[in-house]
């Protein structure tokens, strides 16, 4: 008779463990975005993702660090995404002002993502609770160097190196949050937007001239 070698189980084993983790996180980001932070229960995110109790809270042992946790999941998912697009979707060459355009729309568009409003949500519930805000912290920080990691890489060796660089993606991202945050109730096309004009003209003038 013959058995399985106690590897093979092993790695078999660690793939369920790190399926039902996912199927857990995507539950919570669905319902954060759906629901909001204080609709987005442990008993709502467990029957949508179809685990059990002891199993939600064999990989998540609160509430808020299954909510950071996953929003974070998915943003570092889509940032790596965004990195890994910046070389098919950002073609000028690197000291061509038409970088900047190009950057600059890629960037906007990471704005309108599930992660977005999922942060979003967590930044809401954040103001009314100390434990919220404990474990939203350190992670925030974390994905904060990842993204001006990958914007580097949208914006390229020469414009990233410039003094002001750092300064205008401080006013890019700061603007550019806020203006999304009226999409919530107001329905049209990022793409359109009257503000991508001026942040690209803005960009410009501090970046390639």
């Given at each position: ?95 061509d002002p038409a970088r900047i355009d190009q950057a600059v729309a890629r ?103």
């Amino acid at each position: 008779m013959s058995r399985t070698p106690p590897a093979l189980t092993h790695n078999t084993q660690e793939r369920r463990t790190q399926a039902s983790r996912e199927k857990i996180l995507d539950a919570a980001v669905k319902c954060l975005i759906e629901y909001g932070y204080a609709g987005a229960s442990t008993l709502r995110i467990q029957e949508l993702a179809g685990v059990s109790r002891g199993r939600l809270l064999h990989h998540f042992a609160s509430r808020d660090d299954l909510l950071v946790g996953a929003v974070h999941h998915l943003a570092a998912g889509r940032i790596a995404e965004l990195k890994d697009e910046a070389t098919a979707t950002v073609r000028a060459a690197p000291d061509d002002p038409a970088r900047i355009d190009q950057a600059v729309a890629r960037m906007w568009s990471a704005f309108h993502q599930p992660y977005f409003w999922a942060s979003i949500e967590l930044w809401i519930g954040a103001r009314h609770s100390e434990e919220l805000r404990a474990a939203l912290g350190p992670t925030e920080r974390a994905l904060y160097e990842s993204i001006y990691e990958t914007l580097g890489a949208l914006f390229g060796p020469v414009f990233s190196a410039r003094a002001r660089y750092r300064q205008v993606m401080e006013i890019l991202v700061s603007s550019m949050r806020g203006a999304s945050m009226t999409y919530a109730f107001q329905s049209r096309r990022p793409s359109s937007d009257p503000h991508l004009p001026y942040w690209t003209q803005m960009a410009r003038a501090l970046l390639a001239e």
